[in-house]
């Protein structure tokens, strides 16, 4: 167990719903990260939350939303689903230490299927 | 955009050969990590390198980072079976708070 918790661990929906992926962060940590990985795409940065704000984002798409709660849990949104949205979604924490990153911890991921 | 370029994409070897993996980048990195994903898990961390010119060992792998910062190898010697996983190299340049992945060296170790 790494610490992050990802819920769900496996979702199934059909094309133009919406869905809401949580993300607990491990004891401690203020960052949290959202990663989309597909066969084709590796793993892709979407997000990344510091203490409740929004502070880089990467390849998001205007259909997915995120944000950090007070309790530091994240949820991203992905809504009008597209079978391209079909992937696995990693969320992943850090603490904020000044300097060089010294690297994430990563839930087990949510694995969306859009048929 | 910064990128993080691996070499090879794909490695299949005999247990017990040695290999070297490399990551690249045009940028400059205040650090560099190397993680190993297992399928259907998250990756998992191995190591971090800070400093140009550094070198780490865990057990039978070595990690070096560029004198210049803008790239890693991993070493693995006398591979085994457990070593299979898709291995990534990762990092944040300088100044982006844009933590970005490497493209993957996907690696199969046969007993």
């Known amino acids: 167990d790494s610490g992050v918790t990802q819920t769900p661990k496996h979702l199934i929906t059909a094309t133009g719903q919406r869905v809401t992926l949580r993300c607990s962060p491990r004891?401690?940590?203020?960052?949290v990260y959202w990663y989309q990985q597909s066969l084709d795409q590796g793993l892709q940065f979407l997000i990344h939350y510091y203490n409740g704000e929004e502070r880089a984002k990467g390849n998001i798409l205007e259909r997915f939303s995120a944000q950090q709660f007070p309790d530091l849990h994240s949820e991203l949104n992905l809504s009008s689903l597209e079978l391209g949205d079909s992937a696995l979604y990693f969320c992943a924490s850090s603490p904020h230490v000044p300097g060089p990153s010294y690297g994430y911890t990563f839930g087990s991921g949510t694995r969306l299927t859009v048929v | 955009t910064q990128l993080l370029e691996q070499s090879p994409q794909f490695l299949s070897i005999q247990e017990g050969e040695n290999l070297t993996v490399y990551c690249n980048s045009s940028s400059v990195f205040s650090s560099l990590q190397w993680y190993r994903q297992e399928p259907g898990e998250g990756p998992v961390l191995l190591v971090t390198v800070v400093t140009g010119g550094e070198v780490k060992k865990l057990k039978r792998l070595t990690f070096q980072f560029g004198d210049a910062r803008k790239d890693s190898s991993l070493h693995i010697t006398a591979a085994q079976p457990g070593d299979t996983g898709l291995y990534l190299c990762?990092?944040?340049?300088?100044?982006?708070?844009?933590?970005?992945f490497g493209t993957g060296t996907r690696l199969k170790v046969l007993a």
């Open positions: 004891s401690g940590d203020l960052s």
């Open positions: 990762a990092g944040e340049a300088s100044g982006t708070y844009k933590y970005i």
